[in-house]
């Protein structure tokens, strides 16, 4: 019988190494260059409900950079209005007493048109903005986008004060996510 290593073509043989080096890169997505100790990429989107973040806050835009000073929660989820993006923003929004006493803002970001993270955010009683990202520009960015998809991957990054990302959740459990974000911050970057 022969080795499985000849086998296998050098493609597959590439696969299964890149697939086995995982852990190893999973503070950093090399594409898009998001790595944890480095700063956030800029956002610069439409957004719903930013008056919950920024009370008087004019227009319907926010970019990151207007939160300086305060810690970011960014999670990107799939699509408005479904069952795991339902639970996981619904989860945010049940904790958003206990994230804004550790001076944090939630912000949710997903592929979806403002028009639908709109009615999310009217639907679900969200307390906490909602980007929309349709040209998919910020997910290619945060290197979230599911290419076959075409929708963000469920991703939360968690931005320090300063801008800079401090930890990355990926292939997040939407139910859990929420109260494992608050322990992170209460732990991490609560002023002490």
């Given amino acids: 019988m022969r080795p499985l290593y000849r ?20 503070e950093k997505d090399g594409a898009a260059g998001v790595e944890v100790g480095k700063p956030a990429p800029p956002i610069d989107l439409p957004a719903a409900n930013i008056g919950k973040a920024l009370p ?3 227009g319907n ?7 300086k000073g305060k810690n970011v ?5 799939p699509k408005a209005m479904t069952p795991g993006c339902t639970a996981q923003s619904c989860g945010f929004r049940d904790l958003q ?10 912000i949710g970001i997903s592929t979806d048109k403002l028009s639908a993270q ?14 929309a990202d ?33 930890k990355v959740y990926r292939d997040v459990n939407a139910r859990k996510n929420p109260e494992e974000v608050l322990q992170y911050v209460k732990k991490n970057l609560a002023e002490k």
């Fill in 7 to 26: 086998l296998l073509p050098a493609a597959a043989l590439a696969a299964l190494f890149a697939l086995s080096a995982g852990p190893a890169l999973a």
């Fill in 56 to 58: 008087g806050h004019k």
């Fill in 61 to 67: 835009t926010l970019r990151l950079d207007d939160l």
């Fill in 73 to 77: 929660v960014l999670f990107f989820f």
């Fill in 97 to 106: 007493k206990e994230f804004a006493q550790l001076d944090t803002v939630v």
């Fill in 118 to 131: 709109e009615k999310f955010t009217d639907k679900e009683g969200l307390n906490f903005p909602l980007f």
């Fill in 134 to 166: 349709p040209d998919k520009k910020i997910a290619r960015e945060y290197g979230v986008l599911n290419p076959s998809r075409g929708v963000a991957q469920r991703t939360t990054f968690v931005i320090d004060r300063k801008g800079i990302v401090r």
